[in-house]
């Protein structure tokens, strides 16, 4: 079993930076795949970025975003620069029992998840 909970949401300006954080509980988190999701309201939770054997990227953040993990802290990090209107959204943390996923963007991909932190952007 696996707890994840996220922090570090807030409001920013646009063109300004947050940085996530997401603490795990369980003996075995270098072992999952990571990720990070995001939810705005009315649609549907979409893959933001996963770090296990690779790092990924959503295209929509590619270059702006960057994934990383501290094993010996059990702690899951977005560093999220140059942030625009449409980043807002609920983050969530997500842990997936495959280091090695070849579909680190899927939803099923894992098994835990975090209650999510809202990351607001102003215009």
């Known amino acids: 079993q696996v707890q994840l909970v996220e922090s570090g949401g807030g409001l920013v300006q646009a063109g300004g930076s947050l940085r996530l954080s997401c603490a795990a509980s369980?003996?075995?988190?270098?072992?999952?795949?990571m990720g990070w999701f995001r939810q705005a309201p009315g649609t549907e939770r979409v893959f933001v970025a996963s770090i296990g054997w690779s790092t990924y990227y959503a295209d929509a953040v590619k270059g702006r975003f960057t994934i990383s993990r501290d094993n010996a802290k059990n702690t899951l990090s977005l560093q999220m620069n140059s942030l625009k209107p449409e980043d807002t959204a609920v983050y969530y943390c997500?842990?997936?029992?495959?280091?090695?996923?070849?579909?680190?963007?899927?939803?099923?991909?894992?098994?835990?998840w975090g209650q999510g932190t809202q990351v607001t952007v102003s215009s």
């Open positions: 997500a842990a997936g029992p495959e280091y090695y996923s070849s579909n680190p963007s899927r939803k099923e991909t894992y098994d835990y």
């Open positions: 369980g003996r075995t988190f270098s072992s999952y795949v």
